[in-house]
């Protein structure tokens, strides 16, 4: 009896190292994902620098101790917080009709080079582009060419939606403008 017992168990081992070894040596091909939707906007951020308040679309509301806040901050700008509510456009012209507006804050975090931590909201009108809002987070190290963040959700035509937004600068001026390109692949539509 003990040795038909051994034996089951050696067998049963013998089937669950062969299967276990085959499984590994012919993996699963990786599935790739395909966008379920895609849009490509541009943002344009004018920062509120004490002489362009007609114009100026974010201003600095925090700063380290001792800061202007009409001007960022020296060693990479470490500290400021900015809030803006810039204009939303289909191509990189800041005086094309907007189709939506984009809200949030930006700041600067790192003491050795520029990166900032973004989070805001692309809130949308238009009949083309849709009607809601798509929410970002993320880390920008600005001096990377593409930098990609999460879209962590949306309302309205975007409810639910999850996915990439590969940033670009496209454009700036000195530290007061900035036109930002966002290519926006949704993976995860509702």
């Not at 520029?114 to 009949?127: E, I, Q, R």
Request: glycine fraction near 8%; aromatic fraction near 16%; proline fraction near 3%.
């Amino acid at each position: 009896m003990r040795t038909r017992n051994s034996s089951i168990v050696i067998v049963f081992f013998f089937f669950f190292f062969t299967i276990l070894a085959l499984s590994s040596a012919y993996p699963l091909k990786k599935k790739h994902y395909k966008p379920c939707k895609e849009l490509v906007l541009f943002f344009h951020d004018i920062l509120y620098n004490g002489k362009n308040a007609a114009n100026a679309t974010s201003s600095i509301v925090a700063a380290p101790e001792g800061a202007n806040r009409t001007i960022l901050a020296g060693q990479f700008h470490f500290g400021n917080i900015a809030v803006f509510d810039d204009p939303i456009t289909v191509d990189n012209n800041l005086h094309s009709k907007p189709v939506g507006r984009a809200q949030g804050f930006y700041i600067y975090d790192t003491k050795n080079t520029y990166t900032a931590w973004l989070g805001f909201t692309f809130a949308l009108n238009s009949t083309d582009y849709g009607h809601g809002a798509i929410s970002f987070a993320g880390a920008d190290p600005l001096l990377i060419k593409t930098r990609d963040i999460s879209i962590v959700g949306g309302t309205g035509d975007f409810f639910m939606h999850r996915g990439i937004a590969t940033i670009m600068t496209d454009a700036f001026e000195g530290e007061v403008y900035f036109r930002l390109r966002v290519d926006i692949k949704f993976y995860e539509c509702w």
